[in-house]
């Protein structure tokens, strides 16, 4: 079947804009996560939505990050005010149930770059 | 809190030869640990994972890892690599908590020569 979804694959904005992420996660998974690829830092866990349950926040670098679910499928991870510093590789994953013996399956990631 | 640490930033292979890349861990309790692959361009790949029993894991593409808890160790093994496993490689443990979020070590870029 058809695996996660991102889009867009590349994006280039300029400092200050606010950009729109989106992560189609793979059907049936109820778990989806967030991660950030960039030099500086390696990989990073951002946001972690599980079914209906409020999302777990606690790797987003800034009050500038902000993620949302829609109806327990497709996932936007907004980004306000973008910075230079937030130029990465954004990866989504999904999981059947989140729970830690799951594989996550990762999409292919947009790599944003913020002039 | 927990931490990953993969010692080697760039490893060389000939082709054929064989391969091991370290990983070593920071966690409390029982570990569970991934090894992902990532191509270039490309998504994160699982290749194996370890949660108990048998601490000698096989994977696909022909790797296998085995954990030592003694060491926190968590190693990438493979006999024979092809010029196809040029990739960069990261080891990852998941918390035992709600949320399964993973933890990455900062990945090893294996290179193959001819």
């Known amino acids: 079947g058809a695996g996660v979804s991102q889009s867009p694959s590349n994006k280039v904005t300029e400092k200050g804009k606010d950009v729109e992420l989106r992560c189609d996660p793979i059907?049936?998974?109820?778990?989806l996560y967030w991660y950030r690829q960039s030099l500086g830092q390696g990989l990073e866990f951002l946001i972690y939505f599980q079914g209906n349950s409020a999302p777990d926040k606690s790797g987003l670098p800034s009050d500038r990050f902000s993620a949302e679910r829609t109806g327990g499928s497709v996932s936007t991870l907004t980004i306000q005010r973008t910075q230079q510093e937030d130029s990465a590789v954004y990866l989504c994953a999904s999981s059947y149930s989140g729970t830690n013996t799951d594989t996550q399956y990762f999409g292919p990631g947009t790599r944003l770059t913020v002039l | 809190a927990q931490s990953v640490t993969q010692p080697d930033i760039h490893i060389t292979v000939s082709e054929g030869a064989s391969l091991e890349l370290r990983c070593n861990y920071s966690y409390g309790a029982t570990p569970y640990l991934f090894w992902y692959v990532q191509s270039p361009g490309q998504g994160l790949q699982l290749l194996l994972k370890y949660f108990s029993g048998d601490t000698l894991v096989q994977g696909i593409k022909g790797f296998e890892a085995e954990f030592k808890r003694s060491q926190s160790s968590f190693n990438l093994r493979k006999p024979s690599v092809h010029w196809s496993d040029a990739a960069e490689y990261f080891c990852?443990?998941?918390?035992?908590?709600?949320?399964?979020?993973?933890?990455f070590g900062g990945g090893t870029r294996l290179m193959v020569k001819p």
């Open positions: 059907s049936g998974h109820t778990a």
């Open positions: 990852a443990v998941a918390i035992n908590n709600a949320g399964n979020m993973l933890t």
